[in-house]
């Protein structure tokens, strides 16, 4: 009985402390406006939860490189900005590593804990995906690149304006990369119209490291900018350009022989 008494004691000795440093994120929380010409402002509402630890603060990693369409294909992430729930600035600096914008946000000279909330404003373009009888939104809302568990992750998606609900296909699904677990989709509805599209993950698990929550909204044509065929094909340059080097080293020496490579024609044939 003392061994066992002992046991259990150097076992609290142990686990209660881990316990108490324990960190979350306690709610993730994303509000996304789909924009006529096709871009997407996204606000980020995340409630992390440090326990007793000290830390400087937290990441935030976005992928923005995917192997898609035959190639690269890059999201264009601008106008970033961080501040607590009363919009207080944040420190914060961005780096694109690995295919990820990383927001690093905190400040190296000075520590948090207990629980602090950190609201991300971002812009993204060429978000959307187009289809021949829809358009829409993929998103991958939380990312799977956290380290701690989390509470529950909610996002809410709004349209440039009111569609149907039978209009209004979505699905969600959440866990690991690939997981084809599903989780609440659903619509609010204004004046008969959907005013937007609410997706929450599994209210009844938390998700663990490394698990995230991804929507599907789809809505009909017409609704937001589709680019043109030139549009995309810059775009694809932009992303490619290496795939592209050898034509254009060609037409530059095709057009380097036109100017200056031939021959001059000469007088013609001169008789001794």
């Known amino acids: 009985m003392k061994k066992i008494f002992l046991i259990c004691i150097l076992s609290l000795f142990f686990?209660?402390?881990?316990?108490?440093?324990?960190?979350?994120?306690?709610?993730?929380?994303?509000?996304?406006?789909?924009?006529?010409?096709?871009?997407?402002?996204?606000?980020?509402?995340?409630?992390y939860n440090f326990g007793d630890l000290q830390k400087h603060g937290i990441y935030r990693n976005i992928p923005y490189k995917y192997k898609a369409r035959g190639g690269n294909y890059?999201?264009?992430?601008?106008?970033?900005?961080?501040?607590?729930?009363?919009?207080?600035?944040?420190?914060?600096?961005?780096?694109?590593?690995?295919?990820?914008?990383?927001?690093?946000?905190?400040?190296?000279?000075?520590?948090?804990?207990?629980?602090?909330?950190?609201?991300?404003?971002?812009k993204v373009k060429r978000a959307i995906n187009y289809f021949k009888d829809h358009d829409e939104?993929?998103?991958?809302?939380?990312?799977?690149?956290?380290?701690?568990?989390?509470?529950?992750?909610?996002a809410h998606v709004y349209l440039?304006?009111?569609i149907d609900e039978s209009e209004a296909q979505r699905a969600c699904f959440w866990g690991p990369r690939?997981?084809?677990?599903?989780?609440?989709?659903?619509?609010?509805?204004?004046?008969?119209?959907?005013?937007?599209?609410?997706?929450?993950?599994n209210l009844e698990k938390n998700l663990?490291?490394?698990?995230?929550?991804?929507?599907?909204?789809?809505?009909?044509?017409?609704?937001?900018?589709?680019?043109?065929?030139?549009?995309?094909?810059?775009?694809?340059?932009?992303d490619n350009f290496v795939l592209f080097l050898p034509l254009v080293c060609l037409l530059i020496m095709l057009s380097l022989w036109l100017t200056r490579g031939r021959d001059p024609k000469g007088k013609g044939t001169v008789v001794a």
């Open 15 to 47: 686990v209660l402390p881990s316990l108490a440093k324990a960190e979350n994120v306690e709610d993730f929380v994303a509000d996304i406006q789909i924009n006529a010409d096709a871009s997407i402002n996204v606000r980020e509402t995340i409630t």
């Open 74 to 122: 890059n999201l264009r992430i601008s106008d970033i900005s961080v501040r607590d729930e009363k919009g207080n600035p944040y420190t914060f600096e961005t780096t694109r590593e690995s295919g990820y914008v990383k927001i690093k946000i905190g400040d190296a000279g000075s520590f948090v804990t207990g629980i602090k909330t950190y609201v991300i404003h971002y």
């Open 137 to 154: 939104l993929y998103w991958n809302v939380n990312g799977n690149e956290w380290g701690v568990a989390a509470g529950s992750v909610i």
């Open 160 to 162: 440039p304006q009111g």
């Open 178 to 201: 690939g997981s084809q677990e599903t989780c609440y989709a659903g619509v609010d509805l204004e004046n008969g119209k959907v005013k937007n599209f609410a997706f929450n993950s």
């Open 208 to 238: 663990l490291p490394g698990e995230g929550m991804t929507i599907v909204a789809c809505f009909p044509k017409g609704i937001v900018h589709q680019p043109t065929l030139w549009e995309n094909f810059l775009e694809t340059l932009k």
